[in-house]
T-cell receptor, first 115, second 115 residues
């Protein structure tokens, strides 16, 4: 079946450094790629998303890039802060059964920002 | 502000018991989802509903069933709980509309332990 592979599974950086998380997807019909952040004990929340007609999107310290040809997309966090510590999930829309809004999620990356 | 609530934050059940997990959303969303979250496996879709009384199996439906009698409420049922169903269960909802048509809003999660 379709899947999304996410790497790395854990990432530890010093405060102020950049962090990059990468995902690859298999469904060539995917056209929407969100990133969710889940802080410890809390629910996942959308932090940024990108559509297939856009190659890059930025929102302050976070950015997402998409390469449709290679079927991969990445999350970039610059000037990391301790409050960026969380589990991050990438996702892609699944279109096997039409436009249902279903997402397939990556395995998650635990980001630790050390002060 | 979208609100998705789940009936319990923590639940302990015995093997063989029938378990009901309930999810309610207050934003008239068409789509509702049940996920299971396990470390290193990300969010895996159990069942999906795109309308009242309509349901679709996800990636791991075995041992689970669902019910959606009202638009705002989506129930996950473990017919006969087993220890391998010990996990975090997350409910989500989304609306099909222009703009962020695939953004999913998550509930706080139910941590289920089956002993």
């Amino acid at each position: 079946g379709e899947n999304v592979e996410q790497h790395p599974s854990t990432l530890s950086v010093q405060e102020g450094d950049s962090a990059v998380i990468k995902c690859t997807y298999s469904d060539s019909a995917s056209n929407y790629f969100p990133w969710y952040k889940q802080e410890l004990g809390k629910r996942p929340q959308l932090i940024i998303d990108i559509r297939s007609n856009v190659g890059e999107k930025k929102d302050q310290r976070i950015a997402v890039t998409l390469n449709k040809t290679a079927k991969h997309f990445s999350l970039h966090i610059t000037e990391t802060q301790p409050e960026d510590s969380a589990v991050y999930f990438c996702a892609a829309t699944l279109h096997g059964s039409g436009n249902t809004g279903k997402l397939i999620f990556g395995q998650g990356t635990t980001l630790q920002v050390k002060p | 502000d979208v609100k998705v609530t789940q009936s319990s934050r923590y639940l302990v059940k015995r093997t063989g018991e029938k378990v009901f997990l309930e999810c309610v959303q207050d934003m008239d969303h068409e789509n509702m989802f049940w996920y299971r979250q396990d470390p290193g496996l990300g969010l895996r879709l159990i069942y999906f509903s795109y309308d009242v009384k309509m349901k679709e199996k996800g990636d791991i439906p075995e041992g689970y069933s669902v019910s959606r009698e009202k638009k705002e409420r989506f129930s996950l049922i473990l017919e006969s709980a087993s220890t391998n169903q010990t996990s975090m269960y997350l409910c989500a909802s989304s609306v099909i509309s222009s703009g962020r048509r695939y953004e999913q809003y998550f509930g706080p999660g139910t941590r289920l332990t089956v002993t």
